[in-house]
């Protein structure tokens, strides 16, 4: 039975209810059978490919794919920044998840970026070394590889090496980057010293070589997390931080673990999704829309229907609503999630949705408004035996706090503006929350990272993230219901025009080309207040057909690559 015929009879049950799907194409890529990469970003995915075909494992690919991103997709991939892995290991049929969120230097407290007057002091938590938490890439990518991993650090390294020491030639996505940030580069000595020339950034055809950043890969290649975590890397990248307002400092960068932590795992009729458990609030919100939508007979609706939409709007709302307030870090902050999870819960959620209506968000629940930021990158590597990474890490904005470490050639990330800058002060409806995420030294601060895995009849079958900042769970989620929900082809499921609802601000994002006019009528007249927005995500998926062959797709929104063999 061919891939299409067997999705075709696949029926969803939603909430008791029977969901039948229209026959998905089977994707547009042929079905690989030896292993399978999709990134943002063609060398990496091209380098983890030649991992794979060398007989290295999907961990081996992974990290390699994460090294090679650091080079070249400095705007989010990263050693200067944070993540989180989901991964799947064959031999012991388990998922795991492993959260390498970055921390707060144990020097940052709670009120580091307002003023006397308790207001948030304009762009202290987004720009210069401030910005920074400790970085966990290096201890997150390491880890996969020590506890999964299957080739020597040295040759896993090596391809980010090469491409970092002997450079890259600029293609027009990245010199388009660079031309957009080309002025807050040149606010800092260090960054125009690596990401201008003569004062201009680089453009398509140039060759970026990164002689520091290549020394400090060769020191991890070496050393493993000493040649980052300690050591002269550590010594220079504390003395810059001294002198240029950053917090962190040898004792945090000594201190810093991944950690392996329980995955989110959720039911959704035949499905079965596991995503990130807090600090990333992916896998919880995830599974609260899930669990709302549950309770609705969507059968025979159509994704463009206004009914639909308005929908699984309304369960965005709603799950959103509870995300700042109840989650953050679970080492510092107690999370309800066997709560928020639970069907009573989500049954009581839903019936607060009326049909016909948008909710205000004013009458959903207290928080504060959760920020979007740039960008970040996902990546999905699967080998010959079934083994998965599905990974998303992220420096937060584009390229970070803009400040490039200097002698060490890397952008530092600006997390630190991802926890509640202002926890218990009143929002702009004078409502109270962000308690849960509040800084504090060694926290890790709430994210919406959220790499998932869907199994189907208990079988791993699509491998799926993005960027895109708070818009990453409802892409995420969006993806799942059009692919598995409405029978959709792997890339119509994709590059389908997203919309966004994330309670505060009380408005329905959407892209160009999401509704026609009729729906936005419908929706206004729903009382939905519709701001049309630019695109925004790169998603990055692999699929795994039922006859055990593996197709991808990367997101037309962005410039990735999704190659197998
Ligand atoms: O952890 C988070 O949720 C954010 N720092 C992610 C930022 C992001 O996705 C920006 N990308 N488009």
Redesign the pocket.
């Known amino acids: 039975m061919s891939f299409r015929q067997l999705v075709g009879a696949l029926t969803v049950i939603v909430g008791g209810m029977l969901w039948s799907c229209a026959p998905p194409q089977p994707g547009y890529a042929p079905g690989y059978r030896g292993g399978m990469v999709t990134s943002a970003d063609s060398l990496a995915t091209q380098a983890g490919l030649d991992i794979l075909k060398k007989g290295g494992n999907a961990f081996d690919a992974a990290v390699t794919v994460g090294f090679v991103l650091a080079v070249t997709h400095p705007q989010?991939g990263n050693i200067g920044g944070g993540?989180f892995a989901l991964i799947y290991v064959v031999d012991s049929s388990k998922v795991y998840a492993l959260d390498f969120?970055e921390t707060a230097p144990h020097r940052a407290s709670r009120d580091m970026y307002l003023d006397n007057d308790g207001e948030a002091i304009d762009q202290l938590s987004t720009k210069g070394f401030l910005a920074s938490g400790t970085p966990g890439t290096v201890a997150g990518l390491l880890e996969i590889l020590n506890c999964f991993g299957s080739l020597p650090r040295t040759e896993i390294m090596q391809p980010a090496i090469d491409l970092a020491e002997s450079g890259f030639i600029v293609d027009s996505a990245l010199a388009a980057r660079f031309a957009n940030y080309a002025e807050s580069f040149a606010q800092f000595a260090s960054t125009r010293k690596y990401f201008l020339q003569d004062g201009q950034p680089f453009t398509g055809g140039d060759t970026l070589i990164q002689a520091d950043l290549a020394r400090v890969l060769k020191l991890i290649a070496e050393k493993g997390k000493a040649g980052f975590y300690s050591g002269e890397t550590a010594g220079r990248l504390a003395t810059e931080m001294s002198k240029h307002g950053g917090l962190i400092d040898e004792f945090n960068l000594a201190s810093y673990q991944a950690v392996w932590r329980e995955p989110i795992q959720f039911d959704y009729s035949r499905l079965t999704i596991y995503s990130i458990s807090p600090p990333?609030?992916?896998g919880v919100i995830m599974g609260e829309i899930f669990g709302i939508l549950a309770n609705f007979e969507i059968s025979g609706r159509q994704p463009t229907d206004p009914w639909y939409i308005h929908l699984l709007t309304e369960s965005c709302r709603l799950a959103y609503a509870d995300r700042s307030v109840y989650l953050g870090d679970p080492d510092f902050a107690y999370n309800p999630t066997e709560l928020l999870l639970s069907q009573d819960y989500l049954y009581t959620r839903s019936r607060q949705i009326d049909t016909t209506q948008a909710l205000p968000s004013i009458r959903v629940g207290a928080g504060l408004e959760v920020k979007?930021?740039?960008?970040?990158?996902h990546y999905c590597v699967i080998d010959s035996a079934g083994n998965i990474v599905s990974l998303?890490y992220?420096i937060?904005?584009?390229f970070g706090c803009k400040q490039v470490v200097n002698g060490l050639g890397f952008f530092m990330?600006n997390?630190m503006?991802?926890f509640s800058i202002k926890p218990g002060m009143p929002n702009q409806f004078g409502l109270i929350g962000g308690e849960a995420n509040a800084i504090a030294p060694g926290k890790r601060?709430?994210?919406?990272?959220s790499p998932t895995i869907v199994f189907y009849n208990d079988r791993p079958t699509m491998i799926v993230g993005?960027?895109?900042?708070?818009?990453?769970i409802t892409s995420v989620t969006a993806t799942i219901l059009n692919f598995f929900g409405f029978g959709m082809s792997l890339d119509s499921a994709i590059n389908l025009p997203h919309y966004h609802h994330q309670w505060l601000p009380d408005k329905l994002y959407y892209e160009k080309g999401a509704f026609d006019t009729t729906q936005i009528r419908v929706l206004t007249d729903m009382g939905h207040n519709l701001q049309q927005r630019s695109d925004?995500?790169?998603l990055q998926v692999i699929v795994i057909q039922p006859d055990g062959s593996y197709v991808g797709a990367s997101d037309r929104r962005g410039n990735g690559y999704a190659a197998g063999y």
């Open positions: 989010a993540g969120r990333s609030s992916g979007e930021s740039e960008s970040t990158t998303t992220t937060n904005s584009n990330n997390e503006d991802d601060m709430l994210s919406s990272m993005t960027p895109g900042g708070s818009k990453i925004y995500g790169d």
